[in-house]
């Protein structure tokens, strides 16, 4: 069955469908809402400069492109059936956790125990000091937990908010702006929400020194947009540590207008590199590089964070910060995307 599958993802060909204009498909409304918000909220925090970096909600027309584009897809016009896989065969969703990590629910701050209104808030969620029952109440939070801390006389308070999503990087500064707050930040609640896989058992092949080396189950997938790409992916090995192993199983364009390009994974291996993860360097192993040969890193975000013509089997990487990226490699009018990981 897997030989199958890689079968019919490698032989994808190129195929175009024009859209009178972009909808959203109701199956789509129903269960990538969520997936869509987080897409567009990872776009927003990737740059300061964005306009909604300090709004707390997502305008909604930030969120229904995602939500076009992916109904595009899972119309699928051509009635590829590699195309319909990717939502019943390995049903993906994005990933608040395992590739770049955003929390939208939970929000922490800690106070000096011996504030006046700090008892009374434990109990009824109203401190009557004005600022913060205003951002409880507008941002609808309610106290999830609290930790008394004795050695610094402290309470945090653990507040979670009734709605499905928020941009709680943007109330930071508001709450910390209260009298006698000591800090706030965002708190990562759930790790267990990094391996969401919930598709059809499926392996994912690792490689030391170029050369397969066995398997792994797949108990995380994600999906990544960049350049007008939605790149579905999944991941193996202890995804509580960050995932030993990923494979790119599609990536499909979708133009502003809802025109669907669905391009072939890229299964015809024209290099592979390791270590992977890797800390300085990676090494280029390939039968075909060529003067041409263009190497470019992107980061979960999209950004480009480094292109080079390759020239050397060795790639300086000690730039690079720790986190995921996806390392692509033109080549004779061929692309192969697959996924770094920076120690």
Known sequence: MKKLLLFLFATLCINAAVFAQCSINSYIQDNYEL?????????????????????????????????????????????????????????????????NPIEFKTLVFNVPTALPWVENFKNSAVSGVSPLDNLMSTYQFTID??????????????????????NLYALIDDFEAIDDFNYAEVFLQDIGVRTNYTGQPYGIEFYEFGAPAGEYPTSACDIVYMENTFHFSVFGGDCFSGCQVGETIASITVSEDCQVLATPTFK??????????????????????????????????????????????????????????IIKINQNNKVETQRLVIK
């Open 145 to 166: 937990t609290f930790m008394d801390f004795t050695s610094s006389s402290s309470t945090a308070f653990f507040i979670k908010t009734n709605y499905d999503i928020l």
């Open 268 to 325: 015809e291996n024209i290099f592979s590199f390791y270590p992977n993860p890797a800390n300085n360097y990676i090494n280029i192993t390939s039968n075909n590089i060529q003067d041409e040969t263009t190497i470019r890193i992107f980061d979960i975000t999209g950004k480009q964070v480094l292109k080079q013509t390759l020239i050397e089997r060795i790639l300086d990487v000690s730039m690079l910060h720790s986190g995921v990226y």
């Open 35 to 99: 997936d869509a918000k987080l897409l567009a909220l990872r776009a927003i925090l990737a740059d300061s400069s964005d306009p909604d970096f300090d709004n707390p909600f997502l305008p909604e027309e930030r969120v229904t492109p995602y939500l076009e584009k992916l109904s595009a897809i899972y119309e699928n016009p051509n009635n590829d059936p590699e195309i319909d896989m990717l939502f019943s065969y390995f049903n993906f969703h994005a990933n608040q956790e395992i590739s």
